[in-house]
């Protein structure tokens, strides 16, 4: 039962996918509903938006005429295809997608398509277009019946679409052929960087040239960074898809990521190169090399490390502590930079000579799902309005308008009749536009391109990894010799991603141990349900004859079940018989799935990644029944026993409880900070080693009396358990201690009343990442718990801890042979929670780390294949090999919860 | 010597109420006491005093001439049977009754061999195996009584043990644990507001109420003496008669005026109720000097003619429950003796054993 959420959506997907416009029959006339990924907010009154908006309603406004001019007659001649309305007078009403969007996914879409409720017009981004048309969910826009992009006249065309953009949009579809499949909405976006000119000016460093290297921005980055007052260099964000942004580093040094055989047609990842291995060298030293600042503090790299979608970043941006952030421009907007704090300089020269130059677009693509021509055509008619001249026009006249002038396009300038303004322009961003695209490349793509940069990261985190733990190693030879390996072995994942082709021999192994598995999973389902029809069949009676269903005597009772049985069989059981059939299947959201049998489930068996991400979960699932398992019950024993004040500290303790579970996560990921300004490194660093060394030994100490008394009564497993727990507590506060003992130059004596030497990296660091995960839920989770065990507790009469007392028995004695065994069935069930709720936490995890350094759960894993990679069949055929890996327990869990008598605890009998 | 001294016990919950008063007495050693009064009286809570399962708030307490205030429950050299038996559902018959022993480290061997002594004196034998649930009441008392005894202390607690089994398991008990202080020879404390098991169990009672000593004294003193009104309802069943009336000086001597019921005085009594002559007092006459075969055999007794209300054969005995004019009593007269209910009967009062208490002071005039 635990995936049901994912199995509900899948339902939906199995219902087809369709998409959101309608028509509308009003008695004067008929309105056509366009749904759209995006509109701009009319509320937020900066003047491009404003244009935006206005651009908007102009279309609205001119859609009647538009309509009259180009469909009328084709509409009125042809009523079998495009219904019978009242095409005499038409009106457009266009509304903005309104559902599901997850933060920080950029897969908003994506999930609007799995779950069939797609807008009629799709924002398509320019490195994830290949998926929108591999998987057919754009609609081609050059086909001759429909007349659209041939209706367009060359003028148009150039201005709508600029060349460098071209190979990006037209391209092979589903089909084999050529087509265009998307219209730029916008200008092309040409990749700069800005400055500070404040924090350079104050560390007396001159501003960069256009013809900068690498090593006047690395030097530039040591110079200014200052992680003491929280001042970096520049941003290099962290995340899953941070190989995208090693991307421009690769091209900076001359490398390629990706490379076409056309004879083949086939794509190659070869960022292995040389040219690969010195971009890794730079983007990892000037990420992570180690430094000491003027405080003898340790340090690492001269940039700031944070999740893409971090407010820090701005927020630091705009207070003059980072240097450099690289912006993407816009052709036609440049950007609102204000010339007097901030400078624009073009991307730095990697050793290649090259600058890492990327340029973008946004796009817009017609959705393939549209059934309705007449809604479709609207589409059509809203992408190409929205990028025409006349858009520009009104753009262009609300900036100038608004006071933006100085940064639009001078060229646009010129066109739309503002010659005054250009004397305004600022002379550098032109000039590093121009650069920019001229030199700037799109980001490659090709078939099975996503998730490409997931695997790119790996090598990245790994190189930061050896550098930060001090293995990485300085001799340059061997330094080389380790990042191409790394590379190298990255490569390799993503060429057989790509390709996906594997040995027929391996190709049968997998499919022999798929099918084993599969049997396996068959066997044990049905022995499952067998087992439980068992449990649940009527008790046979004295005489032996079974008693029946007795649906006749208990026909209310059945009737009340009636709407239960059925909710649970419609949206769980039934989507899951349902969905399961995507396990064997290629599946395509649009329809032409073709069955590969047990070929996702063999794909899945020896998928490597699939299986860390299982550990990840055991290892989760650990942390979670050993933190938020026994807490509350120590706790709420505690608790029991104060004499005063019971009810503060019950209410503080459940305090944390009324915060809603976003905002918990969103409270600790800011305490988690990884600079000293985090509160939790503030909390940490201010406790000396000594400290952790006192605290670990009495948490020893603590466990050692119980193993003792354990011991004592010949429970020498349970004792033997205290022991290795109280010796992981200890080593737990040991190694905070640790790294301060440890500081070269000083004696390990010496350093005994100091505090940390660098601050905790928490969500960042692998070794600490999981654990971090799991505290919030320990820390709002302790109230709740706490107070079940509480009300547990109270229900134990007074007569056992009096007996226990004139028994002899010490507070750890009553606490293991009075308190626990009477809480067993409360334990039981919680336990039973805890441990499925821990194979449940996809959700806490996407919020808290999105599963980087090292905290992708199997849950997480599955939902990512499936929602952002549209990996539906391996996705489905993971689901069941968890469910076939968890269906153990729980029977173990079902017999256990048959077994429990329900009493309360402080029964006397 | 396990002797237990309460010397000036005082316990309060907070506050000004007191629910033990000036408690003082001296247990001997060996010795049966119990405590017996009703709900709420404090006899409970001295007894916990006694084990260190509450503080004593003035006072203080010594076991085996030891001040024990500040001493824990476990170092006490006590056992303490608990209403509720207090077993632990989860272990054994035998788990319950070793788990003291394993808690103060004693050798396996001593635990078993101490275990197997006890189950044989309580005939638990054959359920050490089994869960407390698995057992019927009586057997669950046993073993707590067992859990007791295993550990040889000095003193055994007892907190109203019986009062949770049925009629007929409580009379079987009550006579095995009197069989057992025998055995034990040692000191037991013993709270209960039966009187009969008071009655039938103690070397000495404690009669208690609202947290004041009222009376300790041996059974057959308590009944045949009591020191005032309360004690004098208390104990004995049927309970005492008591009639409320006058002391008046006639001209035949001295009589108890009772309105419907006038009891000329025994010449001995008179000097005692000199001064409340034409006062008010109440007599107390116990039903089996009413009517009973030796008031009836007894010259001179004074008879007293009352409405038979309910006739109770009890077969040794039967109960009549009588009315005249406004006062009602009870009679324990021979079974053979034949009367119906609504008759009229004479009964003889057997004055020599009567009793009299000053209403206001309750206390006893002679």
Request: charge should be neutral; hydrophobic fraction near 45%.
């Amino acid at each position: 039962m635990r995936r049901m959420g994912l199995w509900g959506l899948l339902l939906v997907l199995a219902s087809g996918a369709q998409a959101g416009g309608w028509v509308q029959d009003l008695p004067d006339r008929t309105v056509i509903h366009l749904q759209v990924t995006d509109l701009p907010d009319p509320s937020y009154p900066e003047a491009s938006n404003q244009g935006d908006v206005a651009v908007i309603k102009e279309m609205v406004r001119r859609f009647p005429a538009l309509f009259a001019e180009r469909y009328r007659a084709t509409y009125t001649r042809n009523p079998g295809k495009y219904g019978r309305h009242r095409w005499d007078r038409v009106e457009l009403d266009v509304r903005k997608f309104s559902g599901i969007k997850i933060e920080g996914m950029g897969g908003g879409t994506l999930l609007a398509i799995a779950g069939g409720v797609a807008p009629d017009v799709l924002d398509v981004y320019f490195n994830s277009s290949d998926q929108y048309i591999s998987q057919g969910f754009l609609y081609p826009l050059d086909k001759p019946e429909d007349n659209y992009f041939t209706g367009m006249t060359e003028a148009e065309k150039a201005f709508c679409i600029h060349p460098k953009v071209m190979p990006g949009i037209y391209r092979k579809g589903p089909d084999g052929q050529k087509h265009l499949w998307a219209m730029p909405r916008g200008g092309v976006k040409g990749s700069i960087m800005l400055y500070r000119k404040d924090l350079l000016d104050a560390n007396n460093v001159p501003y960069p040239k256009n013809d900068w290297t690498w090593d006047d921005y690395f030097a530039i980055c040591k110079k200014v960074t200052d992680p003491g007052k929280g001042i970096y260099g520049a941003v290099f964000p962290i995340g899953f898809f941070e190989g995208g942004n090693f991307i421009p580093y690769l091209w900076g040094a001359g490398g390629e990521m990706m490379e076409y055989n056309e004879a083949k047609d086939e794509w190659r990842a070869v960022y292995n190169s040389p040219a690969g291995v010195q971009a890794l060298d730079f983007y990892t030293r000037i990420c992570n090399e180690i430094w000491h600042d003027k405080n003898g503090r340790k340090r690492y790299g001269y940039v700031m490390r944070a999740p893409a979608d971090s407010k820090d970043i701005w927020y630091k941006w705009s207070e003059g502590r980072i240097a450099f952030m690289g912006q993407d421009i816009d052709e036609k907007m440049f950007t609102q930079i204000n010339p007097d704090l901030t400078g624009i300089v073009v991307p730095p020269k990697g050793p290649g000579g090259q600058r890492g130059t990327s340029l973008g677009s946004r796009l817009q693509g017609i959705f393939a799902g549209i059934k309705d021509p007449v809604i479709r055509d609207a589409a059509w008619e809203f992408m190409r309005f929205l990028d025409c001249e006349d858009a520009a026009r009104i753009r262009t006249r609300f900036q100038v308008e608004g006071g933006l002038g100085r940064f639009v396009n001078p060229s646009y300038l010129r066109m739309f009749g503002y010659e005054d303004m250009l004397r305004f322009a600022p002379k550098e961003i032109e000039e590093c536009f121009k650069i920019s695209l001229a030199t700037g490349r799109p980001p490659a793509s090709g078939r099975n391109f996503n998730g490409i940069s997931q695997i790119m990261t790996k090598p990245l985190v790994k190189a930061a990894d050896l550098t930060i733990n001090g293995t990485m190693p300085d001799d340059p030879r061997e330094r080389t010799a380790l990042l191409q390996s790394l590379l190298d072995e990255s490569a390799l994942e993503a060429n057989e991603r790509i390709v996906g082709r594997i040995s027929p021999r391996e190709l049968l192994t997998r499919r022999v141990s798929a099918g084993v598995v599969l049997v396996l999973i068959g066997i044990t389902f049905g022995f499952v349900f067998r087992n439980i029809a068992k449990v649940f069949a009527p008790p046979p009676t004295a005489t032996g004859v079974p008693t029946g269903w007795g649906f006749r005597k208990y026909m209310w009772a059945y009737v009340i079940l009636v709407p239960a049985v059925l909710t649970i069989l419609v949206w769980s059981y039934l989507p899951l018989l349902i969905g399961s059939k995507m396990a064997f299947q290629d599946y395509r959201i649009m329809g032409g799935s073709a069955w590969v049998w047990v070929d996702n489930f063999g794909a899945v068996l020896w998928d490597a990644d699939w299986w860390t991400c299982v550990w990840n979960s055991m290892r989760y699932c650990v942390l979670v029944v050993s933190l938020t398992f026994l807490p509350p019950v120590i706790l709420a024993v505690l608790l029991q026993e104060i004499p005063v004040g019971k009810i503060l500290f019950r209410t503080l303790f459940y305090l944390p409880a009324v915060i809603t579970g976003l905002v918990v996560i969103y409270l600790w990921k800011s305490f988690y900070d990884p600079t000293e300004y985090g509160v939790l490194n503030a909390v940490v660093s201010a406790i000396p080693a000594l400290g952790y060394i006192v605290l670990a030994v009495i948490f020893f100490v603590i466990l050692f009396l119980f193993a003792k008394r354990l011991y004592i009564h010949q429970r020498y497993v349970l004792a033997l358990v205290c022991l290795a727990a109280g010796g992981i507590v200890a080593w737990f506060f040991f190694s905070f201690a640790l790294p301060i003992l440890n500081q070269p130059g000083i004696h390990w004596y010496q350093a005994l009343l100091k505090t940390a030497p660098e601050p905790s990296r928490w969500l960042l660091d692998p070794k600490t990442a999981m654990f971090c995960c799991v505290l919030p839920s320990v820390w709002a989770g302790m109230g709740p718990g706490c107070l079940l065990y509480l009300a547990a507790l109270k229900g134990i009469a007074d007569d056992f801890y009096e007996a226990a007392d004139i028994d002899g028995a010490t507070f750890i004695d009553k606490i293991m042979f009075v308190v626990i065994p009477l809480l067993k069935p409360l334990l039981i069930i919680q336990f039973v929670g805890v441990f499925i709720g821990s194979w449940n936490s996809d959700a806490f995890i996407l919020a808290m780390t999105g599963g980087t350094s090292g905290t992708t759960v199997a849950g997480l894993h599955i939902f990512y294949q499936a929602y952002m990679f549209l990996k539906f069949g391996p996705a489905t055929a993971m689901a069941w090999i968890l469910g076939f890996m968890l269906i153990g327990f729980t029977v173990q869990q079902l017999r256990i919860l048959s077994r429990l008598e329900f009493k309360t605890t402080g029964d006397k009998k | 010597m396990a002797e237990v001294i309460l010397d000036h016990v005082w316990k309060s919950y907070g506050g000004n109420i007191w629910a033990v008063k000036d408690f003082n007495l001296t247990i001997k050693d060996r010795e049966f006491m119990v405590f017996v009064g009703p709900s709420g009286c404090g006899k409970s809570t001295t007894l916990r005093m006694i084990a260190g399962l509450e503080e004593i708030s003035k006072g203080s307490i010594s076991i085996a001439e030891r001040v024990v205030n500040n001493v824990p429950p476990k170092d006490r050299d006590i056992a303490m049977v608990f209403q509720n038996y207090a077993l632990y559902p989860h272990m054994t018959v035998y788990d319950n009754m070793a788990f003291g022993l394993k808690l103060r480290n004693y050798k396996r061997a001593d635990i078993e061999s101490r275990v197997r002594e006890a189950s044989d004196i309580l005939g638990l034998a054959d359920y050490l195996h089994r869960k407390p649930k698995a057992l019927s009441g009586g057997q669950r008392q046993r073993v707590a009584v067992g859990r007791a005894i295993v550990r040889k202390p000095k003193v055994f607690l007892f907190d109203e043990p019986l009062s949770n089994l049925d009629a007929k398991m409580r009379v079987q008990m009550r006579a095995e644990i009197s069989k057992l202080h025998v055995r034990l020879e040692a000191t037991m404390i013993y709270v209960t507001h039966d009187q009969v098991e008071a009655m039938t169990m103690g070397d000495r009672i404690v009669v208690m109420k609202d947290g004041v000593v009222l009376q300790v004294a041996t059974p057959l003193d308590l009944y045949e003496n009591p020191a005032n009104l309360f004690v004098a309802g208390f104990i004995g069943t049927p309970p005492m008669n008591l009639f409320e009336g006058l002391i008046r000086r006639g001209a035949d001597g001295w009589i108890f005026d009772g309105a419907s019921m006038q009891v000329a005085l025994l010449p001995e009594m008179q000097a005692k109720l000199e001064a409340y002559v034409d006062k008010q007092v109440v007599m107390g006459i116990r039903p089996e000097h009413v009517g009973s075969p030796i008031a009836e055999n007894t010259a001179d007794a004074p008879k007293i003619k009352a409405h038979v209300d309910v006739v109770e054969p009890m077969g040794a005995e039967t109960y009549l429950y009588m009315t005249s004019g406004r006062h009602n009593f009870i009679a324990k007269i021979d079974p053979h003796r034949r009367c119906a209910m609504g008759s009229e009967l004479q009964l003889a009062f057997l004055e020599a054993k009567a009793h009299f208490f000053d209403p206001a002071t309750t206390n006893l005039i002679v």
